[in-house]
Structures are given as structure tokens and as C-alpha cells.
């Protein structure tokens, strides 16, 4: 890593699938940035829909902007490790293809780094966004933080939440150390990623709102749940996250079988996935995410949750409209699952 003092270059990649109206905003976002000593490689998974074309048009006017496309399909997980193998700065930013970055905030990030150079990776907080720029929520700002390697770091990532991904700056000297992203994990793998990163590696958190997390159809988690390796690929994740919290970390959080914490997490998931698929309209699947929970921890039986979704989805037109009001559905959400439901490429990627 570089000596204290010296501002480092930043590497910013974009893994991107089929996002042609939106990539455009994401660029601009870094072509706007205080800090100018960056550059931008953009990694497209065999997009149809003139995303190459987009990212052509920014390459032409910036040698700073490269772009890769992948001669087929890799699924989201394949194409980060694939943006990872080839970022060359010292410092990589997983920039989302939808996601916004404010104007100032590589610039406070190099000059971190400055300072504190043999820290792991940062952070900040993030607002949401539609898909027209319009807020939809200011974000949550915290008080910023140094995080100590282990079970402190840890600990700060399981129980208060993993930061917006779009706004992590790593070393890249910690990615060659620990490895890339697990490729089973096919959706939301930062979590794991960024969790085993903390075992080693202290990691800061600025705690202001420096990015823009964009909410439409297309990233909506609820898609998640359209796929049948969904729950068994989260239980999966949530186990080795809570692994790496030491043994004594995980007794002061009253976890004393990891196997089975695991699964309780995955029926409280099965829980949130029936009440999602009620609001897409997906009976079937309500039914089935019910059926899932009671399976992986009986105790769902006893869960509000349970009961509120079970009685609205006896009245399907009823249910389905409560369910999408309470968690914001809209029509353009609802049209593009029904899209991609029988998609299992589209799928692959619209989860992060």
C-alpha cells in the first residue's frame, strides 16, 4: 500500500447486465467526482438490450473508461470476480450499474486511505433512490467508525447491517489475500465477501450519506424469491457469515448451535418471501414460503407474520394489495416479474 501521505489511485468497476437506461447515470455520477484519479473499467455480461452500446458512447470521450464484454453469461457472482481479476488500482470500488456515487466522496476515500493506509476497506451510509432520481428515503446516517479486525468488525456487520455495496472501497491486496467472492452464493455474495474481510482486516465506516442505493424492478429482492435454490442459497450465506464470528463471540450472542441459527434465520427469510410473493400476485409461492418456514423452525407457527400473511392470502386481490402497499410495490415492479419469471438468466442477475 502506498506511504502515509500519498493519495492513491482508485479502480472502480461496474459489473453490468442489461441496463441501458440506467448505466449512463451511474458514469456520470463518477465523471463527476472531485477526485479525478480513477479509472473505470465496465464489465458486461452479454447484455440485449444496448448496454454496450451506452458504455461505448463514455469510452469514446474518456480514456479513463474501459470496457470488457463477456462472450457469454456468467451469472452476477462470476462477473464481479471477473471485474476483480481484472481491476488494477490499488484501492477497488464495486461500483452497481445503477447506483450513484456523490461528487465528494472518492475524494474523502483516497484521502482516508492517505492517512490510514493499511485499513481494510470503508464505507458510508446511503439514501434511496427511483428510477427517475426521485428520493424516496434520505438514508440513515451514523456516527463514523473504526472497526478492529475480528470479532469487533464482525460483530458491527452482523448486527447492524453490511453497508450499501456501491459505497465499499477495498485494497486490493485484501481481495488477493482472502480470495474472491464465493460463487455459491448467487445473490447478495458481498455479504460473505465483506464479513470474511473483516476477520483480517479493520474496516471504517464514515457514517454520512455518500451514495445513492437506485430502488426499481429490476434490483427489487423480492425477485429473489422466484428462483427454488433461494432459501437453501441463504441459509448457506447466513452460516458462513455467522462463522466467522469466533466461537465466543457468537456464546455473548446467545448463539450456541451456528447449524441451527442458521436455519431459524432462513424461516424468518421464508416468512419475509411469502409476504413478498403475495404482493407479486404468486399464491402458489405464498403458500410454499409458509410451508418452508413451519419446516425449518416450527416456532414460525407462533410468528405474527405467519398469521397475517396466511389470512390475506384467502383473499388473494385483498392480500395482494395490502402486501404491495406495505412494501412499495409498484406496476413496473409487478410487469417485470412477471417478465422474468420463467428467465433464469435475467434472474441471475437482478439480485444483489
Known sequence: MSKRGFVPHISVVIPTFNLAHLIGRTIESLLAQQFQDWDLLVVDDASSDGTVDVVRGYCCHDGRIRLVVNERNLGLTCNWNRCLEMASGPLVEILQSDDLIDADY??????????????????????????????????HPKPPRLYKAGDEAVTALLTGGWPHVSS?????????????????????????MFTRLATQYDFYHFGDVHTSFRRHGGNMGVL???????????????RACWSYLSPEGRRRLGIEDLDRYATRLGAVTALTGAAAMLAYGRSDLTHHYLG??????????????????????LLPFAGQWVMRSRLGVREVDQKLATKVRGSLQDLRHRTR
Open 106 to 139: 472518492l475524494a474523502r476515500v483516497s484521502q482516508f486511505y492517505s492517512d490510514h493506509p493499511l485499513v481494510g476497506f470503508v464505507a458510508a451510509s446511503c439514501r434511496y433512490i427511483g428510477p427517475d432520481d426521485d428520493l424516496i428515503h434520505p438514508g
Open 224 to 238: 429473489n424469491y422466484l428462483r427454488d435454490d433461494y432459501l437453501s442459497t441463504d441459509i448457506y450465506k447466513k
Open 292 to 313: 418452508q418456514a413451519v419446516r425449518l423452525d416450527r416456532r414460525s407457527l407462533r410468528a405474527v407474520k405467519f398469521w397475517q400473511v396466511g389470512l390475506l392470502s
Open 168 to 192: 465499499i472501497v477495498v485494497r486490493r491486496e485484501c481481495y488477493e489475500e482472502l480470495g474472491k467472492f464465493d460463487e455459491r452464493i448467487w445473490h447478495g455474495p458481498d455479504g460473505e
